[in-house]
């Protein structure tokens, strides 16, 4: 499977909250429709006071659709759903001027990620590899040390997905090569692992090998559940 990985800031004049509104309902309607989709996750930041709880990352969507293939992948945004619905909702809410976007497959999988509940919080980290550094040693890292070290925290589920390069020819760069998903049971713990002694391991087992972080404290809204199935 491919994982399409999208992000995009908001249009000005738009709140944070407005954006989510409109993303979570006529947007969902008209994406989740998109042709050969099979799972769609939306990423929504936590908001307080109506403003994200983490430092902003430089983008208010960040989407996960799921496809078998990257020709599926294609089809589906030559669509006509595509073309004539969701192409025309994007224009009215978010920035596509400065759209990031990351083609992934899983590498890890740790924990009963179709049974998380839903007042579960997911802390998602993406990284850049240093440019002295070899993909595949932060690669290596992230799904032993750095997993290893989150897992200190009691997270109910983690996932390591990696940025294929090679499905990227035709398309543009990807922002980041690596991104942990890490799922805590409610806000505290997520916050409480952040500032915690096994994130600063992790981070620090990363130095010199990673080089440009962006954290995001995300709800998650499944538009299109992945079937536990098709999951690998």
């Not at 945004?77 to 976007?101: G, H, M």
């Not at 080089?211 to 536990?228: N, T």
């Amino acid at each position: 499977m491919i994982i399409r990985f999208g992000m995009a800031p908001r249009l000005p004049g738009s709140s944070f909250e407005d954006f989510q509104h409109h993303w979570m309902t006529s947007h969902a309607d008209a994406a989740g429709a998109i042709p050969g989709l099979l799972g769609y996750t939306q990423n929504h930041s936590v908001l307080v006071g109506g403003k994200p709880l983490l430092p902003y990352p430089g983008f208010d969507a960040c989407s996960e659709l799921v496809f078998e293939n990257l020709e599926s992948m294609n089809e589906g945004f030559s669509s006509q759903q595509y073309l004539d619905s969701v192409r025309q909702d994007e224009d009215a809410f978010i920035d596509k001027s400065r759209f990031s976007l990351a083609l992934v497959r899983q590498q890890l999988a740790i924990g009963d990620l179709p049974m998380l509940p839903s007042s579960s919080v997911k802390v998602i980290t993406a990284l850049r590899c240093h440019p002295a550094a070899e993909k595949q040693l932060l690669i290596s890292t992230m799904c032993s040390e750095v997993t290893d070290a989150v897992a200190e925290d009691g997270p109910l589920a983690q996932r390591v997905l990696v940025t294929d390069h090679e499905a990227h020819v035709g398309q543009p760069p990807a922002v980041f090569d690596v991104v942990l998903m890490s799922w805590f049971p409610d806000l505290d713990r997520a916050q409480a692992h952040l500032s915690s002694v096994n994130r600063a391991r992790a981070e620090l087992a990363l130095a010199g090998i990673a080089f440009g972080r962006v954290d995001l404290l995300a709800k998650e809204i499944h538009v299109v559940k992945l079937d536990q199935g098709t999951r690998d």
